[in-house]
């Protein structure tokens, strides 16, 4: 498998694509915007694209679909229905699938966003805004924040140290670091951030 | 890219190392298999998708070198030149970096979470997307780098430099900072607290 990072302005988001030279095919997650060099690394390997991953659809995480279905013939995986009228393939929790020789594996993180997924692929994980290095992502009430910690405390029980981490935003990272040092998986970091949400319901 | 294969001595569950088809504990001669390596890495100027985890290596020169998807996890690095050399979605976690010089890199999508720096220079480098989370870094400089989107959360940071850096979208939140220069940095652009984390 080769990857490659794209670093979209738009958002400041990341966008990968996955290469699988054995079958001349390639996945993109989260194509946060389309730019040549992401066309030129698909065409000059003769990458077919056979789908698109979108870990949850905020705009900046998704805004070069349209493009890319102008392009090519992808299936849209997302645990969405629909997004900006193209039709996905709705994954839940816990479901399997293969696409340009891999095995991918969605898990269901919601917290920053309710359709927020994590695929799972080989020895990476694609983390989407659900977790980044050193943090997890915005929620909007601790409720939120407490959920997704407890989700990803779950979820991410029984994958070792050493699996790396692309998140959709900022560095990667591995998740034994991440268990170590991630200020939003430790347990009393959804009651450190009560004052900051209650300001606004007082 | 990082795949990790089973040693080929029967019955053995660790993975290879330096590229050899056995593992440490397997390989006849590992001082050779490393040797080989890098002879072959400093021949052709790049490394792309070589694992260098539990390498353990005193002195070498990597100067001006490519390092692409390169895994130097569990590494132990005294006295390497990496000057000038180019890095790409390189891991380096839980590695242990003595006196290594990493001045004037160009370094991007790199971590080095949970690792120990000890008198290393990063100096005038660019240092994009690299993630310096929970890393012990003592005794170094970072100084005339940008650091553009970098962080360093939870880390211990001592007798360290950071003169003339650029901190813009730098995540700034060391758990112990002892003895920092920051003097002609734009340090105050820097993310210090979780108010102000805006993903």
Do not use: W
Not at chain 1, 95 to 120: N, R, T
Not at chain 2, 35 to 54: H, M, P, T, Y
Not at chain 2, 93 to 105: N, Y
Request: proline letters at 3%; aromatic letters at 12%.
């Amino acid at each position: 498998m080769k990857i490659y990072q794209h670093y979209s302005i738009y958002g400041f988001s990341n966008a990968y694509i996955l290469g699988n030279e054995e079958t001349s095919s390639a996945i993109i997650v989260d194509p946060a915007e389309v730019t040549t060099t992401m066309i030129d690394q698909i065409e000059h390997k003769s990458y077919s694209l056979k789908a698109i991953l979108i870990t949850h659809n905020h705009i900046h995480h998704c805004r070069g679909l349209k493009t890319l279905m102008r392009i090519y013939e992808p299936a849209v995986y997302a645990s969405n229905k629909k997004i900006f009228d193209i039709v996905c393939r709705k994954v839940r929790d816990q479901d399997s699938f293969e696409e340009a020789g891999f095995s991918i594996k969605a898990l269901a993180v919601p917290g920053h966003s309710q359709d927020s997924m994590i695929y799972s692929i080989g020895p990476y994980l694609f983390t989407g805004d659900a977790l980044h290095a050193g943090i997890i992502g915005k929620t909007t009430s601790s409720f939120n924040a407490q959920a997704l910690f407890e989700r990803l405390e779950t979820k991410l029980q029984g994958y070792p140290d050493d699996t790396m981490i692309f998140p959709g935003h900022g560095p990667p990272s591995t998740l034994g670091t991440e268990k170590k040092f991630n200020l939003g998986l430790r347990s009393d970091y959804a009651e450190r951030l009560h004052p900051s949400y209650d300001f606004f319901v007082q | 890219m990082y795949r990790k294969m089973p040693c080929g001595a029967a019955g053995c569950e660790e993975t290879t190392f330096a590229g050899s088809p056995y593992c440490r504990t397997h390989h006849p001669s590992p001082q050779e298999a490393v040797k080989l390596l890098i002879d072959g890495i400093v021949g052709e100027r790049s490394a792309i998708n070589i694992d260098f985890s539990r390498i353990a290596l005193n002195v070498g020169d990597f100067s001006r070198i490519r390092f692409v998807g390169c895994n130097f996890g569990k590494t132990s690095l005294s006295h390497i030149m990496f000057t000038g050399a180019s890095f790409r979605l390189c891991f380096f976690d839980t590695a242990c970096l003595d006196s290594c010089d990493f001045s004037g890199v160009d370094m991007d999508f790199c971590s080095f979470g949970d690792v120990d720096i000890f008198d290393c220079s990063f100096e005038n480098s660019e240092l994009i997307h690299v993630n310096f989370d929970g890393s012990r870094i003592k005794e170094s400089t970072f100084s005339s780098s940008n650091l553009y989107d970098s962080r360093f959360i939870l880390s211990d940071i001592e007798n360290s430099r950071f003169d003339d850096c650029d901190f813009k979208r730098v995540y700034f939140m060391p758990k112990k900072a002892v003895s920092i220069s920051t003097v002609g940095s734009n340090i105050t652009e820097a993310v210090k607290d979780m108010e102000h984390i805006y993903l």
